[in-house]
């Protein structure tokens, strides 16, 4: 799963590498949990039929258009590639608003013990310094007053054999030469598309154990990036997200 992850890089870096029109200014964000706003790159059609990616914003939890009651509706920040085609809440995303989620790091938890407090958080990163690109989902969610909400979520894959050490899930990572065939969505790229979502090699990734800061949502600072001084167990129960803001 992916349920912390981080995007520290300058915003000129990360425009570069995405190439989405805007040219927005935010600052680095270490410790983004679900149910605050991200940054996400989608790709839009212009009137005169051409696409470009964009930089939006978005609440990170998705919410299919069908919800009434989004307090009613669990929480979805991750999605399991295997069953999503399987799922009316995602079948119609999956075909027309793909999205990627920029980030440069994101974190899991390596169980040590039989509770779920016992665990070692580590950050995971690309080997060669570039941004991640997290395959991702989007839905503008329609409220009964007509108020909307663009809501999305991180697509997740089986480990590789690397990261398999961590835990058995994976963000889908996508390689830079496939944004346009995941962004670009129409129901006859669907099968293509779907493809991209599978594990990187082992070499791609790398990661390390650091501190338990990472554990509260309201710590956002280098120091959560900090690496352990020794493995050792986060003895306090991880606490629900927070509330927060991308600025």
Same mark, same amino acid.
């Given at each position: 799963?992916?349920?912390?992850?981080?995007l520290?890089?300058p915003?000129?870096a990360?425009?570069?590498?995405f190439?989405?029109?805007?040219?927005?200014?935010?600052?680095p964000?270490?410790?983004?949990?679900p149910?605050?706003?991200?940054?996400v790159v989608?790709?839009?059609t212009a009137p005169?039929?051409?696409?470009?990616?964009?930089?939006?914003?978005m609440?990170?939890?998705?919410?299919?258009g069908f919800v009434?009651?989004?307090?009613?509706?669990?929480l979805v920040?991750n999605?399991?590639?295997e069953?999503?085609?399987?799922?009316?809440?995602f079948r119609?995303?999956v075909k027309r608003r793909?999205?990627?989620?920029?980030?440069d790091?994101?974190?899991e938890?390596r169980?040590?013990?039989?509770?779920?407090?016992?665990s070692q958080?580590?950050?995971?990163k690309?080997?060669?310094?570039a941004p991640?690109?997290l395959?991702?989902?989007?839905?503008?969610?329609?409220?009964?007053?007509g108020e909307e909400?663009?809501?999305?979520?991180i697509?997740?894959?089986? #480990?590789n054999?690397?990261?398999? @050490?961590?835990? $058995?899930?994976l =963000?889908?990572?996508?390689? +830079?030469g496939?944004?346009d065939?995941w962004?670009?969505a129409?129901?006859r790229?669907v099968?293509?598309?779907l493809l991209?979502?599978?594990?990187?090699?082992?070499?791609?990734?790398?990661?390390?154990?650091?501190?338990p800061?990472?554990?509260?949502a309201?710590?956002?600072?280098p120091e959560?990036?900090k690496? #352990?001084?020794?493995?050792?167990? @986060?003895?306090? $129960?991880?606490? =629900?997200?927070?509330?927060g +803001?991308l600025?």
């Amino acid at each position: 799963m992916c349920g912390r992850y981080a995007l520290t890089l300058p915003p000129q870096a990360v425009r570069a590498f995405f190439a989405y029109v805007e040219q927005p200014n935010f600052p680095p964000r270490y410790n983004i949990a679900p149910t605050q706003p991200v940054a996400v790159v989608a790709a839009e059609t212009a009137p005169d039929g051409s696409r470009a990616r964009h930089f939006r914003l978005m609440r990170w939890g998705f919410l299919p258009g069908f919800v009434k009651d989004p307090m009613a509706y669990p929480l979805v920040f991750n999605i399991r590639s295997e069953t999503l085609m399987r799922k009316p809440s995602f079948r119609a995303a999956v075909k027309r608003r793909r999205c990627i989620f920029p980030a440069d790091a994101f974190y899991e938890w390596r169980r040590l013990g039989e509770r779920r407090g016992d665990s070692q958080p580590y950050l995971v990163k690309r080997r060669d310094g570039a941004p991640l690109a997290l395959a991702g989902l989007w839905e503008t969610w329609t409220g009964p007053q007509g108020e909307e909400v663009d809501t999305a979520a991180i697509i997740t894959t089986a #480990a590789n054999g690397a990261t398999s @050490a961590l835990h $058995e899930r994976l =963000p889908a990572i996508l390689a +830079s030469g496939d944004f346009d065939l995941w962004l670009d969505a129409d129901e006859r790229s669907v099968d293509a598309a779907l493809l991209l979502l599978r594990p990187p090699e082992n070499d791609v990734l790398e990661f390390f154990p650091i501190g338990p800061a990472v554990n509260k949502a309201d710590n956002d600072s280098p120091e959560v990036q900090k690496p #352990a001084a020794a493995v050792a167990p @986060a003895k306090a $129960e991880l606490p =629900p997200p927070a509330q927060g +803001s991308l600025f």
